[in-house]
T-cell receptor, first 116, second 114 residues
Framework: AQKITQTQPGMFVQEKEAVTLDCTYDTSDQSYGLFWYKQPSSGEMIFLIYQGSYDEQNATEGRYSLNFQKARKSANLVISASQLGDSAMYFCAMRDGGGGADGLTFGKGTHLIIQP | NAGVTQTPKFQVLKTGQSMTLQCAQDMNHEYMSWYRQDPGMGLRLIHYSVGAGITDQGEVPNGYNVSRSTTEDFPLRLLSAAPSQTSVYFC?????????????FGPGTRLTVL
């Protein structure tokens, strides 16, 4: 069975600092996708970044990058130059390659608060 | 494109009542799914569909029914609401079932069962 672990329930970070949100995963599949979503206080789920298990390079999307360490089964999200608008819940999720029919498996999330 | 839409945004039910949460997408996505989000938890999969006429159970299917008669619509039915079904419900869709396709989420429905 798949499992996602996010060990940081909450984080406080000063504005403009870089932030690393931890995510470890467990799966027996060789093919899988890793996703990060942002959920602001308004409640919607916003897709941030994706990393495929066979991708050799770490994914980047603007200020977001994914530090993918396959051997350690970790997929940490790095936010550079944090902004007040980055305050939100952040969820790490995985979708397996066995048809992906089971949808996304989510971690419990990290509540990130950016302080001025 | 409207993306994924859900109605209603909020709903209050009494125990034992039934209702249908509506979900529609206009992206011609094959794959659609329903999740619930409870406090302190990530989202958990209730049911999913890989195409019109095909549905299957996810992690927490008890008390819910789904059907998929068209590509666009994927309603979720609560048969006899219970307080344990108080939650925020998200509908999501993706192009297909592949592991590399992101899921697009609707805005959510906040349901309270008294």
């Amino acid at each position: 069975a798949q499992k996602i672990t996010q060990t940081q329930p909450g984080m406080f970070v000063q504005e403009k600092e870089a932030v690393t949100l931890d995510c470890t995963y467990d799966t027996s599949d060789q093919s899988y996708g890793l996703f990060w979503y942002k959920q602001p206080s308004s409640g919607e789920m916003i897709f941030l970044i994706y990393q495929g298990s066979y991708d050799e390079q770490n994914a980047t999307e603007g200020r977001y990058s994914l530090n993918f360490q396959k051997a350690r089964k970790s997929a940490n999200l790095v936010i550079s130059a944090s902004q007040l608008g980055d305050s939100a819940m952040y969820f790490c999720a995985m979708r397996d390659g066995g048809g992906g029919a089971d949808g996304l498996t989510f971690g419990k999330g990290t509540h990130l608060i950016i302080q001025p | 494109n409207a993306g994924v839409t859900q109605t209603p945004k909020f709903q209050v039910l009494k125990t034992g009542q039934s209702m249908t949460l509506q979900c529609a997408q206009d992206m011609n996505h094959e794959y659609m799914s329903w999740y619930r989000q409870d406090p302190g938890m990530g989202l958990r999969l209730i049911h999913y569909s890989v195409g019109a006429g095909i549905t299957d159970q996810g992690e927490v299917p008890n008390g819910y029914n789904v059907s998929r008669s068209t590509t666009e619509d994927f309603p979720l039915r609560l048969l006899s609401a219970a307080p344990s079904q108080t939650s925020v419900y998200f509908c999501a869709s993706s192009y297909d079932r592949s592991s590399y396709n992101e899921q697009f989420f609707g805005p959510g429905t906040r349901l309270t069962v008294l």
